[in-house]
């Protein structure tokens, strides 16, 4: 089972192999001043896009997929490294140290804006030590549980979860990732208690679920589907503000009657502060128009995935809110780092 479950995602991720072509650009730094000299023809080697999250989860998924198709449209290698652990902090530190050249890039979820109010010595600033690129995609979360827990609805899982206090657990990837934040997100606004259980990865998760070990997991919609599809995963309800197109028939939490209960996973790209505003806005175009490819399109339409679009400046605003959001939410709920 659990060799299975792994292998649906890792295999996805497997098929976005890097691409290696030829091409470049040129580029002006915005921190140059006025008549200095123009910056190197870029993109001129090989790009290295840092995934903070564990192989076969969905933001890792994201960015093999899409940095195969970047590496088409930019004549570069795009390679992806991952650097998973601690809520995604340690690979947001190396792209933090990095240098600000355009050539070191980072894929993360807003497990990015979660970060610093779960991590409160981190050795970077998620704000002012990254220039947030363009947002890629959203990643519709689903609820989860087992056949064998007999719960087809959510209030029957609230209602369970009510009647004995402090007897379920849920699943997410991590101390502070948008999954244990969207369970929060419903616990709260539920009023129930549950234990929570942090994994390393996605398919370690699941595979817990699945057994009956775990009762719940608020995963993305994607690595969940073929089990659902299998009938080993009952869905009861997605996290977002709307349902899913390939999970129509599946409530979600605010229509399955717990108000401000929604939770939304995005996936966007980051670069170190400092790196020069040209390749900046030359990496926002290029992401959005890999986004838009009919290859990416075609791979991530049929697993629930959304295309984000927003202006690069737009972005940064929308980043640094979050940062504020989720900061208020990890309090409310008393989410530190273990």
Not at 121 to 134: E, G, K, Q, R, S
Not at 223 to 246: Q, T
Not at 258 to 265: K, R, W
Request: proline letters at 9%.
């Amino acid at each position: 089972m659990r060799g299975s479950i792994i292998g649906t995602a890792v295999g996805l991720a497997l098929a976005a192999v890097t691409v290696v072509a030829s091409g470049g650009g040129s580029a002006q730094t915005a921190n140059e001043p006025s008549g200095a000299p123009a910056t190197e023809a870029w993109p001129s080697k090989p790009l290295h896009v840092i995934s903070p999250i564990g192989a076969g989860s969905a933001a890792d998924i994201l960015a093999r997929v899409f940095s195969e198709q970047l590496s088409l449209q930019l004549g570069q290698p795009v390679v992806v490294e991952n650097r998973p652990g601690a809520g995604g902090t340690l690979g947001a530190a190396a792209v933090a140290k990095a240098e600000p050249d355009g050539y070191t890039l980072m894929i993360h979820s807003n497990g990015h804006t979660i970060a610093p109010a779960v991590y409160p010595n981190l050795p970077y600033d998620a704000v002012t030590d990254f220039i947030p690129v363009a947002p890629l995609a959203y990643f519709p979360n689903v609820l989860v549980v087992a056949p064998s827990k007999n719960l087809t609805t959510l209030k029957a899982l609230v209602d369970a979860a009510r009647a004995k206090p402090g007897t379920m657990n849920y699943a997410s990837g991590g101390v502070g990732t948008p999954t244990h934040l969207a369970a929060e997100r419903l616990r709260l606004s539920a009023a129930f208690e549950a234990q929570h259980i942090p994994f390393k990865s996605q398919p370690e998760a699941l595979t817990e679920v699945v057994a009956g070990r775990v009762d719940f997991y608020f995963c993305p919609v994607f690595p969940a589907l073929p089990l659902i599809r299998e009938g080993k995963l009952v869905p009861l309800a997605v996290s977002g503000a709307k349902r899913v197109s390939v999970l129509p028939d599946v409530p979600t939490t605010q229509e399955a009657g717990f108000p401000n209960s929604d939770f939304n996973f995005w996936v966007g790209l980051f670069v170190p502060a400092h790196t020069p505003q040209p390749i900046v806005a030359r990496l926002h175009d290029e992401a959005e128009k890999a986004m838009r490819a009919p290859a990416v399109l075609g791979k991530l339409s049929k697993l629930g995935v959304e295309p984000m679009a927003m202006p690069q400046a737009g972005f940064a605003a929308f980043v640094k809110s979050e940062v504020g959001a989720n900061g208020a939410l990890a309090k409310a709920a008393g989410i530190a780092a273990q």
